[in-house]
């Protein structure tokens, strides 16, 4: 997936904002103030960091070689994915949706609630990739 269109999915989360604490050239985002992607290079490479539920964290580092364990990331929780690897386009933006998630669901419940009133708890639950069909 090319760079740009990551960075334009990313951003049309409902309620992430894109900050850059570690440098200009490293955006992350955040829902609620809770981050859920960081997108970097290493070694020439472009990487997506998504946090994700530990056993399927394992599962796809086993099926994919551009998942690894989460570079300067809690390996447990973090993936980090190579952009230009082996994984499928749709299918990083479901790992995109699912970190989104994860990172929603524990949200302290007043923080939920001002993002379902703000952006819909349907919309928020289903992950931005089945509301891009509307």
């Known amino acids: 997936?090319?760079?740009?269109?990551?960075?334009?999915?990313?951003?049309?989360?409902?309620?992430?904002?894109?900050?850059?604490?570690?440098?200009?050239?490293?955006?992350?985002?955040?829902?609620?103030?809770?981050m859920f992607a960081l997108v970097a290079k290493r070694e020439g490479r472009r990487f997506i960091n998504l946090k994700c539920d530990p056993l399927h964290a394992v599962e796809l580092r086993d099926i994919f070689t551009a998942v690894t364990a989460g570079y300067h990331m809690n390996k447990k929780h973090w993936n980090s994915v190579d952009l230009a690897?082996?994984?499928?386009?749709?299918?990083?933006?479901?790992?995109?949706?699912?970190?989104?998630?994860?990172?929603v669901q524990g949200l302290p419940k007043a923080a939920r609630h001002r993002l379902f009133l703000a952006h819909g708890e349907e919309r928020i639950m289903r992950g931005r990739l089945r509301a891009l069909n509307q």
């Open 1 to 34: 997936m090319k760079h740009d269109e990551l960075l334009t999915y990313l951003k049309a989360i409902p309620g992430s904002e894109e900050t850059f604490p570690f440098g200009a050239d490293v955006p992350v985002f955040k829902v609620e103030g809770k």
């Open 85 to 103: 690897g082996d994984l499928p386009d749709g299918e990083l933006l479901r790992l995109v949706d699912h970190s989104y998630t994860c990172v």
